[in-house]
């Protein structure tokens, strides 16, 4: 990964992403993993260790398990729940009122607390992921070095300290200049945020709501914590949140946005704003890290505008409660980046890459609901308290905190796609297959993949004219399983057939054809 300053005058590049946090590098490492030439634009110096999303949701630790990432997560978890205990101990040793270790993240609605408990175990929704079900604890800024490294692994020109600052869009490239240089590309992606430089020069719409909170997420050094209530925490002035590591505090008060949301955040402002919803006079001694944040909820009609495409919360901005936000732009980053590949290598199907933005959008805008639903909970009025109470209630329930879990951990996404098997458009499960490797291990490279299930010659052959952008592997399972399986680059079901009774062999490959075809363009020979 090249980070000196420089881009040099009259760069030339396949691909320019203009962003250099997890969303911008995820896509890059799409990018490069497909041999793209990539370039990345990141003002800040330093991987940002700014607090912000604490979790990972079961697609992202898909799409990075699939990349050989699992291990990498597993470390930053393990040290995330180090930290935690570490935070029961201070409290423990404060006098502070005790808090369990949960038996399993099962995350929050509006602040109210999720319990791992009462999950319903059995639900074969939470067991499709394969190892990556049992990952989550992975804080954004853990994510963001982890993205690094894997990008300087690939390759990739990472251009720290370098922002851009225009470009012009014509039909056949992008020019963008930078503040120090001229790329030229024939692709420009957003990936710079809510208050995105590219959104804005390349003239998207951005309609939604406006902002009407304010929020604090920190970690400081305090006087007094002892007092503070782990976990979310309702009152009459507002909302807090105290844990899960030492010094993490989280705010919200319903009195307007802020002044000025780009200021810095002050030991002041923060000792101010915890004191008012949680009552308790703490003092904020030291800021170690610190963010200001709202509930401004927008989102472009089009991802993409010729080519200049957007993603991440270039794309959609909310509030950040659950961390929808960090795991939405993942998404979008997988999602588009074999589609890009293909397109810029020149074998793409004439809409491919249209379909980015009719995938990801609806997801986007059903976050945004989410988002606001919570927010009207939250607030500390009475006709949202008595609804938060029959919520909370309810929440006690293992059907709704499995309703609730499945929806925030993102186990239920599923694309609109062709096709009536009950996993086309979801996300391929984890076959374990009888020669102890997983179908995870066999996406590594990127690439789209045909499952054989039933050693049919018949399905091996449709794949004929597709030996450069789709894998064909024969393999036995040791479990059930489809007879045969259409996987996408990015984890996606495309196709999928079931056994016919009798003899194992596909009940029929009825749409098969069509689907290699949307998704992978014309064969270069055979019947397909």
């Not at 319990?115 to 954004?140: C, K, S, T």
């Not at 989410?370 to 329930?397: D, K």
């Not at 499952?451 to 004929?464: H, I, K």
Request: with cysteine; net charge negative.
């Amino acid at each position: 990964m090249d980070t000196t300053a420089g881009t040099g005058p009259d760069t030339e590049v396949e691909v320019v992403v203009a962003g250099g946090g997890p969303v911008g590098l995820m896509l890059a490492c799409e990018l490069a993993l497909a041999k793209v030439g990539v370039v990345v634009l990141e003002r800040l110096t330093e991987v940002d260790a700014t607090i912000k999303a604490g979790a990972i949701n079961t697609p992202t630790a898909e799409s990075l398990y699939r990349r050989g990432l699992l291990p990498a997560l597993e470390e930053v978890q393990r040290e995330a729940l180090e930290r935690f205990a570490s935070f029961l101990r201070q409290r423990e040793a404060a006098g502070a009122d005790g808090v369990a270790q949960p038996p399993r993240f099962a995350g929050h609605f509006a602040g109210i607390m999720l319990r791992g408990d009462l999950l319903d175990a059995d639900d074969p929704d939470f067991h499709a992921a394969g190892p990556a079900d049992d990952v989550g604890l992975v804080p954004q800024a853990a994510l963001e070095r982890l993205l690094a490294d894997h990008a300087a692994e690939l390759g990739v020109t990472v251009r720290r300290g370098v922002e851009l600052t225009g470009f012009d869009a014509a039909a056949d490239q992008v020019t963008v200049r930078t503040t120090n240089g001229v790329l030229r590309a024939g692709w420009l992606v957003g990936c710079d945020g809510g208050r995105s430089t590219v959104r804005r020069l390349a003239g998207f719409p951005f309609p939604g709501t406006p902002p009407e909170i304010t929020g604090h997420q920190a970690l400081v050094e305090m006087t007094g914590g002892e007092g503070l209530k782990a976990g979310w925490n309702g009152t009459d002035t507002g909302i807090y949140a105290h844990g899960p590591l030492p010094g993490r505090i989280l705010t919200v008060e319903f009195d307007g946005p802020p002044a000025d949301r780009g200021a810095p955040v002050t030991a002041e402002e923060l000792q101010a704003s915890l004191r008012h919803t949680s009552g308790v006079d703490v003092t904020v001694t030291k800021v170690l890290t610190a963010t200001r944040f709202t509930d401004n909820a927008r989102q472009v009609p089009d991802y993409r505008r010729g080519r200049v495409l957007l993603a991440g919360d270039a794309a959609h901005v909310h509030a950040p409660f659950g961390g929808q936000g960090l795991n939405l732009g993942i998404g979008d980053a997988v999602n588009l980046g074999w589609k890009l590949a293909a397109t810029v290598q020149g074998w793409a199907p004439e809409d491919l890459l249209d379909t980015y933005s009719a995938e990801r959008h609806p997801l986007g805008a059903w976050v945004l609901e989410w988002t606001r639903a919570q927010v009207a909970l939250m607030r500390p009025e009475s006709h949202a308290r008595a609804l938060r109470g029959v919520l909370t209630e309810l929440a006690g329930t293992v059907d709704a905190t499995t309703f609730f879990a499945k929806r925030i951990s993102g186990v239920l996404h599923r694309l609109d796609l062709p096709g009536d098997h009950p996993l086309t458009g979801r996300s391929a499960p984890d076959l374990l297959f009888s020669d102890g490797t997983r179908l995870g291990d066999r996406l590594r490279s990127g690439g789209g993949l045909l499952l054989d299930l039933a050693d049919d010659s018949a399905l091996r052959a449709r794949a004929s004219g597709y030996a450069d952008r789709v894998r064909v592997l024969t393999a036995r399972t040791t479990g059930p399983a489809p007879a045969g399986l259409l996987v996408r680059p990015d984890g996606c079901t495309a196709w999928a057939v079931d056994a016919a009774p009798g003899d194992g062999a596909p009940a029929s490959l009825d749409g098969l054809d069509d689907a290699l075809r949307r998704w992978f363009g014309d064969p270069c020979d055979g019947p397909a």
